[in-house]
Structures are given as structure tokens and as C-alpha cells.
């Protein structure tokens, strides 16, 4: 099928569903990712679809997020990027506040949620090694205090054990607060 021809169905996929507005991006995205896998074109032909993806900008664990959170993939990179160690976060630090304690307790959550989003943390836990070197990585580790900004996340994040034996699991709570701080830091506000 011809690339035309998929965004034609596509189009009149989530036309005929009457998907909301607000949703109509993430179903068209994901129509025509359905059938793009459904039908019978070459690689080259996914390449002219979907540029991003054959350019490494949308990969696995951005997609996923960005489902989740309900934002368009190519915007993540204000917030979130892949690295060989996993996931880094992308942004700048200061729009969490002017504190140190505010800015690690903000890379913390994104960090944890993006782990959780994506699929990174199995559904299990995440080690304070991963998270500590995300926060030293953005200059903000501070081992006096760091273990005080990171307690003051216990409304949205299960802590188990202490200093660098602990292990974080982001709550629901937690989840909903980073989805906020996610589109916030997206739309720019």
C-alpha cells in the first residue's frame, strides 16, 4: 500500500471512531502504526512514514512515554533522552525551583516515572545507584543533604532502605504529579 493511501486510511479510521480532539493525534499515530505493520511495504517505505523513528528520535522507551503521558514523541526531548545506561533526563533542572533540594526532588520523580513509563524498571524497583547518577550527572549531588531531598518524596515515591543500598518505586501519586511536570515542562509553562 502506497504511503498516501495509509494516512488516507488512517485518517478516515479516526474519523469514523469519533475520536475526541484531544485524542485525535495519539489515534491517528497509532492507526497508521497499525497499519503500517499491517501492510505490505518495504522498510524504505516505513523510513518515508515515519522519518523520526528510521532517524532514532522515536524510539521504544520515548514512544512509550509519550503514550503515557499524552504528548506528541518529538517533544520529549525537552524532557527525556535515551542513553546507553538507560534513561537521562533532557532538561533544565531550574524549572523545578531555585533549591538544589527542589531540582534533585524533580529529576528524581521524571527520572523514576520515565523508568516506570517505559518500561525500564520491569515494574519492580529502581536502584539509588541509577538514580544518584542521574542527579551527580546534573551536577546536583550533594551526598550531605541528598538523602533529605530524596525522604521529602515519600508522599510520592515507596523507599526502601537507606543511603546507597536504597531502592525507589514511584506511587500512583507520583505518576500523576510527574505527568504534570512532564506537560508543563512540554508546553513550556
Known amino acids: 500500500m502506497r504511503p498516501v493511501d495509509l494516512l488516507k486510511e488512517a485518517v478516515s479510521a479516526v474519523d469514523e471512531a469519533n475520536v475526541p480532539q484531544d485524542l485525535r493525534e495519539i489515534a491517528f499515530t497509532k492507526v497508521l ?42 517533544l520529549l526531548d525537552r524532557v527525556f533522552e535515551e542513553s546507553k545506561d538507560g534513561l537521562i533526563f533532557s532538561g533544565d533542572a531550574k524549572a523545578f525551583g531555585s533549591t538544589k533540594a527542589k531540582m534533585v526532588q524533580g529529576i528524581v520523580l521524571l527520572i523514576l516515572a520515565g523508568r516506570r513509563w517505559s518500561g525500564l524498571d ?22 550531605t543533604n541528598y538523602g533529605k531531598h530524596i525522604s521529602a518524596l515519600k508522599p510520592y515515591v ?30 513550556g509553562s
Open 33 to 74: 502504526e497499525f497499519l503500517q505493520a499491517n501492510s505490505d511495504s518495504s522498510q524504505a517505505k516505513n523510513a518515508q512514514i515515519f522519518p523520526e523513528k528510521s532517524a532514532g528520535i522515536d524510539s521504544g522507551a520515548l514512544s512509550q512515554i509519550a503514550s503515557k503521558v499524552g504528548i506528541e514523541p518529538h
Open 122 to 143: 520491569n515494574g519492580v524497583t529502581t536502584s539509588d545507584e541509577i538514580v544518584r547518577a542521574e542527579v551527580d550527572r546534573n551536577s546536583l549531588l550533594d551526598v
Open 158 to 187: 515507596t523507599i526502601t532502605g537507606t543511603g546507597k543500598n536504597a531502592t525507589y518505586k514511584i506511587k500512583h501519586d507520583g505518576l500523576e504529579r510527574a505527568k504534570q511536570i512532564v506537560q508543563s515542562l512540554v508546553s
